[in-house]
């Protein structure tokens, strides 16, 4: 009898190995079915739909009004819209390209400042002074009726 | 030793008896795990009603978990609390079920604590040597409903909004000291900003540490007397 138990158990085959294996199942399930809400719940919602590469995205032109900037989610990244006259908008990345900070547009001086390292960029994406190696890239934008679109350059 | 028996529990796992060995060598917690969890035995007399205790305390884990889960997404400001649970409710993954959890909670919650102090009024558990331990139920008593009270402010919808606006106007109706209380309710002489803030200090500060303290009491007092016997 005792000897037919520990083949058993040397073949991991027996009945208590059996019930612990499906002890630790149940386990996992249970804690994993809770843990799966939560983990949902703390991460981000989706706030990039419709707007993967290539594709024409389009906001409305009340968003910008003339001579103000504002900041969206473009191809997936921060690209800021200046809207320099009535018809006149512009699109750029709002990446600076020397640390990554997000570009702000100021008015008085008709550029883009980066506010961690001073880097300064035309509306073309060209820098103009500071530390950033390489310009912007800059996307093509257009007012169309009360839309403003963006397109890639 | 390659197996470590723990009352009913049989562990095998190298990993796990080393790291348990790791503790007992430090903190000796053997006897406590013995006498506390695995030989303890429950009296037979206990039933149904004997549980709602324990329940209540599992809802109120249950509270604190959902309740930080909340405060990631709300927003204490009148002008943004009802749009951010709106928020939660709609557009946060399963938002819906954590503030569902944390409303039927509370609700559920009050049922339980009062099915707890009927079951110890009426079988006359909190006579001597017990009195102590009754205290510390009423002031969690106490803390639960002003948790239901400030809680129900903060998602600062038309209901929340009145029911604060007559809760706090309630001890007005007291001669001299009324009107004192009411505006330190308030924090003024309105239901406004200041209050909903008090209002959430209170439900995420306040009382959850009060709970914590007196339920912590509450429980060693049960360890040191016992359960109390059959009727």
Sequence with gaps: MSDEIIKEEVSGKDRRSFLNLSIFISFAVAIGGALYPVIKYLLPADSTKGTEGGETFFISADDVSVGSAKLVRYKNRPTIVVRLKENEVYALSAVCTHLGCIVKWHEDAKELLCPCHAARFDLYGNVLGGPAPKPLPAYKAAVEEDRILIREA | ?231
């Design chain 2, 1 to 231: 030793m390659n197996e470590l028996k723990l009352g009913p529990i049989l562990i095998r796992n190298r990993f796990l008896i080393s790291m348990y060995n790791f503790v007992e060598n430090r903190l000796g917690i053997r006897e406590i795990l013995d006498l506390e969890v695995f030989y303890k035995l429950a009296p037979s007399h206990l039933g149904i009603f004997s549980c709602f205790g324990g329940i209540t305390f599992f809802i109120f884990t249950l509270q604190v978990i959902t309740g930080i889960l909340l405060l990631i997404y709300y927003v204490p400001t009148t002008a943004q609390a009802y749009d951010s649970v709106i928020h939660i409710t709609n557009n946060v993954s399963f938002g819906w079920l954590i503030r569902g959890l944390h409303h039927w909670g509370a609700n559920i919650m009050i049922i339980t604590v009062f099915i707890h102090m009927g079951k110890i009024y009426f079988h006359g558990i909190y006579k001597n040597p017990r009195e102590l331990n009754w205290v510390t139920g009423i002031i969690l008593l106490v803390c639960t409903l002003s948790f239901s009270f400030t809680g129900y402010l903060l998602p600062w919808t038309q209901l929340s909004y009145w029911a604060t606006v007559v809760g706090t106007e309630i001890p007005s109706a007291m001669p001299v000291i009324g009107e004192h209380i009411k505006i330190f309710l308030r924090g003024g002489t309105d239901v406004s900003q200041v209050t909903l803030t008090r209002f959430f200090a209170v439900h995420i500060m306040v009382l959850p540490a009060a709970v914590v303290i007196f339920i912590g009491l509450h429980i060693l007092m049960i360890r040191r007397q016992g359960i109390s016997g059959p009727l």
